[in-house]
């Protein structure tokens, strides 16, 4: 039998993917567990626990639950809607971490969770259509934060390809667009709010990456620093003169070593890293590192 020290080494010692989707389930366990109490001993209301944690769609129930803002992002009532959030969380949340660090994904987690509740909390008060809803309608799911995810990695390598059953390879951008597109169309069809919510995040992931993609990524130095065992982005490089003779040769070994990083990562972008040769990984870890 596992004892709780065990579930916390595992807990600690696990990737940022797996302990997201470690507390999704915890929550998504604790929902059920306060419905079976409610129901044996008749407390009247068993979601409680969902009301406490679900972001509602009045501005007025809001400002008396502000923490809902963040912790709908971790609700889930149904098993089919955790099982494909999850899924979609494991295998999306891998592929960031290949050009991200655990703290970015996390970032993006968040922040997109945020931006989805605020696009929520907006539309339910201004759109017509769900005025009359807005003091009945709650949000819940992970699905705005993992869009964020899906989207800004997809934004920082649209190039990159993956190998889809029956139908081969497509690009990334590809995929995202789709997943986008699903989302908008299915607004007047069902859930809404969760679709509005999705496309916050999905909006957040992309311009975060497209306005930081000028900068190398540097809007994310102050999360690094927090996180120094966090090891580095493999696109994220310094460049830092060991030894030098003169001036100018510094500057031209810096154009040379640049130069041939940006044709790396332009390869990475069209076909991803795992087309790179031995030489090309170990070049760009080493820059990397210095």
């Known amino acids: 039998m596992i004892n709780l020290n065990t579930l916390k080494y595992r807990f600690k010692n696990a990737g940022i993917v797996e302990q997201l989707i470690y507390i999704n389930l915890a929550v998504f366990i604790a929902v059920y567990l306060f419905q079976v109490v409610g129901f044996l001993f008749q407390l009247g209301d068993s979601l409680i626990l969902v009301e ?20 709908y992002g971790f609700v889930h009532t149904g098993i089919i809607h955790i099982l494909m959030n999850l899924i979609a969380l494991y295998f999306i949340g891998h592929l960031f971490k290949q050009y991200f660090t655990g703290r970015q994904l996390l970032d993006f987690y968040l922040l997109g969770t945020l931006f989805g509740g605020i696009l929520f909390l907006l539309s339910y008060n201004y759109f017509p259509a769900f005025l009359q809803d807005k003091n009945v309608s709650v949000l819940i799911g992970a699905s705005a934060g993992i869009s964020a995810i899906f989207v ?40 809404p709010g969760g679709r509005i919510a999705h496309l916050g995040g999905a909006l957040f992931g992309f311009l975060y990456v497209n306005s930081a993609s000028n900068k ?25 003169s060991k030894t030098t003779t003169t001036k100018s040769n510094t500057f031209k070994n810096k154009d040379v070593n640049q130069q041939k990083v940006d044709e790396i990562l332009d390869k990475i972008g069209k076909s991803g890293y795992d087309v790179l040769s031995k030489e090309e990984k170990e070049f760009l870890f080493k820059q990397g590192r210095k």
């Open 52 to 71: 406490w944690l679900s972001l509602p769609a009045s501005f007025s129930g809001f400002i008396r639950k502000p923490w809902t803002i963040i912790t």
């Open 152 to 191: 800004g990695v997809a934004t920082y390598i649209p190039n990159y390809q993956l190998k889809i059953p029956l139908i081969g390879f497509v690009k990334l951008w590809h995929l995202a667009a789709v997943w986008v597109m699903l989302d908008v169309i299915q607004i007047p069809i069902s859930n």
């Open 216 to 240: 190398d990524l540097d809007i994310f130095k102050s999360f690094r620093n927090l996180f120094k065992q966090e090891k580095k982005s493999p696109l994220k490089t310094v460049h830092k």
